[in-house]
């Protein structure tokens, strides 16, 4: 009897000894994955191993502070969703940055250390490029392709590894189909040129976003050719892409060059008329970049705001920007507005390079429309 109960508890033992090697190998790192942490760590990276690491660290901080230029109807849905789930971090706060003195301010906080309050910011990328120096060295790309974080390796800057982008928005053009017949619609850039849009026949924006956004896929030197004979043809200035599109929904033009995806869509929707349209011609100029991000190396609570960043590019933060913003989730999420706008679609796609080059973009084409340069 007493042979029988020892055995029992010898056989019970091992099974157990059993499941925790099992147990213990399943968690270990991989070769790749350990290699892929030595090569970041080599070029002064931090790279973890394991979601779980991240979560744990996560639990002692408890807190989390972000700044963006996303606006305010986000926030509550992002925060409940990201507290349900990670009950631990109880304390988080999101705040909106508006406006050039406001984003000066923070880059000259942020560059004099000043900036302590904040562990994660999200802004404009030709902003977000000169904070690079103060970024924590996390490689958010490697984790992100070693399957540690869930984000899609094309939001992640490819070289930085450490900056972000989860929201993208194109252009396009509208028209007031009232006041001019579908089928005299351009069908592409170059129709805006032909003799019958000459005179006052449409409008554009004097700060060139979507011509801008046309350089990756013609090259600087065609569309700042495209610039001068779009200026040639004599259009109806403007400024502010809102109070246009507005102009065009009242009847007041019946054209725009130049219209966004997100706020396009949204006036269609509120048009009870339904003579405000939308189009997307290609190559469509795509901001795969738009709002870019990452966290400070004056960060309290790093750990948290690698998991938000997580969240944010998930599916769910994704439905949420997609939502509220409205319409301006990230292009490389499947069943995102943008993504499901542009499908089959040639893209002339503003990437990380081209965000860098983007303000020079916009100097040069905004003197081949025959303006002084802003320096002058």
């Known amino acids: ?222 569309t700042l050719d495209f610039a001068r004979k779009i200026a040639a043809q004599q259009p109806v200035w403007g400024r502010g892409a809102s109070t246009i599109q507005t102009a065009v929904a009242a009847g007041e033009y019946s054209l725009y060059l130049g219209s966004s995806f997100d706020s396009g869509k949204r006036i269609m929707s509120k048009d009870l008329t339904g003579n405000y349209i939308h189009k997307t011609i290609e190559p469509v100029p795509t901001r795969i970049i738009d709002d870019a991000g990452g966290i400070l190396n004056t960060a309290d609570h790093p750990h948290a705001a690698l998991l938000w960043l997580e969240f944010l590019a998930s599916p769910e933060g994704q439905e949420i920007i997609d939502k509220y913003e409205p319409l301006k989730a990230s292009v490389f999420t499947p069943g995102s507005e943008v993504a499901q706008e542009v499908r089959g679609k040639k893209l002339s796609a503003l990437d990380w390079d081209h965000s860098a080059k983007y303000e020079e973009y916009l100097s040069k084409i905004f003197e081949a429309y025959g303006f002084p340069k802003a320096d002058k």
């Open 1 to 222: 009897m007493r042979n029988t109960v020892l055995n029992k508890i010898v056989g019970s033992f091992t099974l157990f000894l059993l499941f925790m090697l099992a147990a213990t190998h399943a968690n270990a790192a991989s070769p790749t994955l350990l290699q892929a942490k030595q090569e970041a760590e080599a070029k002064g990276y931090i790279f973890f191993t394991t979601h779980d690491e991240i979560v744990a660290m996560a639990k002692k901080e408890g807190k989390l502070r972000v700044i963006t230029g996303l606006g305010p109807p986000n926030y509550k849905p992002w925060i409940n969703a990201f507290k349900q789930k990670y009950p631990f971090i109880t304390d988080v706060r999101v705040e909106e940055i508006r406006g050039q003195d406001a984003l000066q301010k923070l880059v000259l906080e942020v560059k004099v250390g000043q900036a302590k309050e904040w562990d994660i910011y999200f802004i404009p990328p030709d902003w977000a490029l000169q904070l690079r120096p103060y970024l924590k060295k996390h490689d958010i790309l490697g984790m992100a392709n070693h399957g540690v974080l869930k984000i899609h390796s094309g939001m992640i800057h490819s070289t930085e590894k450490n900056l972000l982008s989860v929201t993208s928005s194109l252009y396009g053009i509208a028209y007031n189909r009232k006041l001019i017949s579908e089928d005299k619609v351009p069908a592409k850039w170059e129709d805006f040129l032909k003799p019958e849009f000459k005179g006052r026949k449409f409008a554009l924006q004097v700060r060139p976003v979507a011509v801008a956004g046309l350089v990756p896929a013609w090259g600087l030197e065609r």
